[in-house]
Nanobody, 121 residues
């Protein structure tokens, strides 16, 4: 399995970006996905997750993530998205996607390479 994250870039405060995470392989439909982010000098933090059935949850620790960010998935395209609106300078970070694949022996976890999001005027 390979994960390819894309869609990051430089955006002004209040702007929007949509991140994509494309997964190879045949396990996409039964996998759960999550987005994490890591700001310079900080640990990686959970942002949002989506189950194989489409249920979502968002970080409580990040100001108004659920009201500004939306995670979604397109099983036909093997892609997970993170729509980010009303971006703030504090959202600046490298964003990583994570894939959790359930197997008979436990859950396999895969990470994408990260995509840089910079919010600045």
């Amino acid at each position: 399995v390979q994960l390819q994250a894309s869609g990051g870039g430089l955006v002004q405060p209040g702007g929007s970006l949509r991140l994509s995470c494309a997964a190879s392989g045949s396990t996409f439909a039964r996998a759960a996905f999550a987005w994490y982010r890591q700001a310079p000098g900080q640990e990686r933090h959970f942002v949002a997750a989506i189950s194989s059935g489409g249920s979502t949850n968002y970080a409580d620790s990040i100001d108004s993530v659920e009201g500004r960010f939306t995670i979604s998935r397109d099983n036909a395209k093997n892609t997970v998205y993170l729509q980010m609106n009303s971006l703030k300078a504090d959202d600046t970070a490298v964003y990583f996607c994570k894939m959790n694949v359930p197997t008979a022996r436990g859950t396999l976890m895969y990470w994408g390479q990260g995509t840089q999001v910079t919010v600045s005027s």
